[in-house]
């Protein structure tokens, strides 16, 4: 009967976790249309649109913006200016 050392049962433990913890951290998933999604957010509060989510959607920005009722509308924004527009106009 083979027996494992403390330091082999470690590395197993270790190369099982570090992937989750690296897909967590993954940089795609904190940017949208090239930017962190974290200043996409600080930049629409500044203008006054609180998000609970963002997201591209056909060259545009699109938030989940919660409403007074507690329930929430999407509302899109120019990709580059940040503008809110009505998605299928140009």
Do not use: C, H
Request: proline content about 4%.
């Amino acid at each position: 009967m083979k027996t494992f050392s403390i330091a082999t049962i470690a590395a197993v433990v270790a190369l099982t976790i570090v992937p989750s913890f690296a897909a967590e951290y993954d940089n795609e998933n904190d940017t949208i249309v090239g930017r962190s999604k974290t200043l996409v957010e600080v930049a629409l509060r500044e203008r006054g649109v609180v998000t609970s989510g963002l997201e591209e959607w056909g060259g545009l920005i699109r938030a989940w913006v919660p409403n007074e009722d507690g329930g929430t509308s999407m509302q899109f924004f120019d990709a580059d200016t940040l503008q809110p527009v009505s998605p299928g106009r140009s």
